[in-house]
């Protein structure tokens, strides 16, 4: 009999260093997920199922499994789709003997220790924060109740505001025409929350690299290095003030909406609208660095969910570096070159799941799509697992391939919406291999996938006045060859007859735990939207309650 240890939970904080030598297992947690490390002394320990349910009794659910990562000697996972600020139990059970342990998401809630409250009207003058607030007691900057702060210092003063302190909140602020950056966050700060700011026509005017340009990334929200435990939510940033160029002069180089400079992780970033006009688009609207490494943007424990990005000329989501328990969810990406960049992930598990990738476009003059997902390794970085779940490509116009050209190891997919022309991943081979199943491609080529169970019909779908596309319940298709047909009292031969059958897609994917356990029907739907459940619901209104800030309001 498997013993049962029951422990009592260490939570890493997501804003103070991680710990050198946490317990073991040890738990980083969001406000609706919860990452998992647990080491053992084993080079090949088998499966490590996950079971939790919220403390004090219940159902006990089942989580995806555990993924062991034999470089480290450690399983890594999520549970995902929680509530904040609620304890739950979770059970691992695996080869070595069953561990319980509680442990708890973050609230959503802040408790305010200090308000500073900025002068109503227009500022020109760049605004520092220095002092900290602490995890009882956050810094929150604002405008005063009844009025409207707007930070415009024209194009002559570097930044709108500058933060060098820990544990602050920037609430409902209007900030235009930085010269470089809108917010800068300084090295090595931890807990800031950015909510319900406007930020526009920042940075300078750039160019592509290739004309010998240097001032590209020019941001709305800028992290220097080494910040940790970012909530940036419900922002409207848009309409930088310089442009990126597009692939006809090289790779792209120009501002971005959020940029992350290896971060130590433990961010969410929810919620936010993020466009431009084609003219002064984005070169990535959320990207970072070192791609290539064990850091990266955002680097770890961190969620990507709920926003709409639009008007990129290179990736509108760039998670690239260790991706370790890092999700991405819920995002409508719009009007971009590459969607989701997730080169490389060195350490895993990456989670994407339930996104929509609209239209997709190399340049100005060149419709030709990109990729949905862009992937590759380099030298010891790589090798991460990558989850790929239930997301929707829609076409006309959207992206030509679902996995860039590079190498694609070590990567699942499941229950996705493949709607393009070109192949489903590269022709190189994959190691670790990779497994692709279960999902709708629409394609010619596999490359180096394999999908005994896809679907190769095009799909259909129903558009509400959302952004929604749930599927059709039926689809037209041809039937080949010739058709006798009844008409009245005569038969008659109809050649390559047009007939319709029921869609396919529906209920046509399998059961993962902890993401479709609520499907509907026999079996969960293939693409981002389960019908008859609730629809998904983007961009900064999405929590279901609108609440207008001072900029909107004054």
Request: net charge negative; charged share 20%; hydrophobic share 30%.
């Amino acid at each position: 009999m498997k013993r049962t240890l029951v422990l009592a939970m260490t939570i890493v904080s997501v804003g103070s260093s991680f710990a050198a030598t946490p317990e073991n297992p040890y738990t980083v947690n969001t406000f609706e997920c919860i990452g998992i490390y647990y080491r053992v002394d084993s080079a090949d320990p088998g499966d490590c199922k996950v079971n939790y349910r919220a403390s004090g009794g219940g159902q006990w659910k089942a989580a995806l499994d555990l993924w062991f990562d034999q470089r480290d000697s450690e399983y890594r996972g999520s549970i995902v789709g929680l509530t904040p600020d609620t304890e739950y139990e979770v059970e691992l059970v695996c080869g070595q003997g069953n561990v319980r342990f509680k442990t708890r998401t973050r609230s959503e809630q802040f408790k305010i220790g200090k308000t500073t409250y900025l002068d109503a009207g227009v500022t020109a003058t760049t605004v520092r924060i220095t002092e900290s607030g602490n995890e009882d007691g956050w810094h929150l900057v604002t405008s005063a109740p009844g009025s409207k702060t707007t930070i415009d210092p024209e194009n002559t003063l570097d930044y709108n505001i500058v933060v060098e302190a820990s544990f602050v909140i920037i609430r409902g602020l209007e900030l235009k025409n930085a010269a470089i950056h809108g917010i800068l966050i300084e090295r090595g700060v931890h807990d800031v929350v950015i909510e319900d700011c406007d930020i526009t026509f920042w940075g300078r005017i750039g160019g592509p690299r290739t004309f010998g340009n240097t001032g590209g990334s020019d941001s709305a929200i800028c992290a220097k290095e080494g910040t940790a435990g970012l909530v940036i939510q419900r922002n409207l940033i848009h309409d930088p003030r310089g442009a990126s160029n597009d692939w006809d002069t090289g790779h792209p180089s120009g501002p971005q909406a959020i940029t992350l400079h290896n971060s130590r992780g433990g961010n969410i970033i929810r919620y936010n609208d993020i466009f431009s006009t084609e003219d002064h688009g984005f070169n990535d609207a959320f990207g970072g660095s070192s791609n290539f490494s064990d850091r990266g943007s955002p680097n770890r424990d961190s969620d990507i969910y709920g926003n709409i990005i639009s008007n990129v000329w290179d990736d509108a989501i760039e998670s690239e570096g260790a991706n370790m328990n890092v999700r991405i969810w819920g995002n409508y990406l719009h009007h971009t070159f590459q969607h989701i960049a997730v080169a490389c992930t060195s350490k895993g598990p990456l989670y994407i799941f339930r996104n929509v990738f609209g239209l997709s476009r190399r340049t100005h003059r060149d419709p030709l799509g990109g990729s949905m997902i862009k992937v590759g390794e380099r030298d010891q970085y790589g090798g991460g697992r990558r989850y790929v779940f239930h997301n929707t490509a829609l076409q006309p116009k959207g992206a030509f391939r679902v996995f860039s050209g590079h190498t694609c190891p070590n990567t699942i997919t499941r229950n996705n919406i493949f709607d393009c022309p070109g192949p489903l991943t590269g022709s190189r081979p994959a190691d670790p291999p990779s497994d692709f199943d279960y999902d709708v491609f629409t394609g010619l080529s596999m490359g180096q996938g394999h999908e005994r169970h896809g679907i190769r019909r095009d799909p259909a779908f129903v558009r509400s006045h959302g952004l929604e596309f749930y599927l059709a319940p039926t689809i037209s298709t041809v039937k080949w060859g010739k058709t006798p047909t009844q008409r009245g009292e005569r038969t008659v031969v109809i050649t390559d007859k047009v007939i319709t059958i029921p869609n396919p897609a529906i209920d046509a994917g399998v059961l993962i735990p902890g993401f479709n356990d609520d499907y509907k029907g026999k079996a969960p739907d293939m693409g981002a939207f389960e019908r008859r459940n609730p629809p998904i619901r983007f961009g900064r209104h999405a929590q279901g309650r609108i609440v207008l800030a001072p900029w909107e309001e004054f």
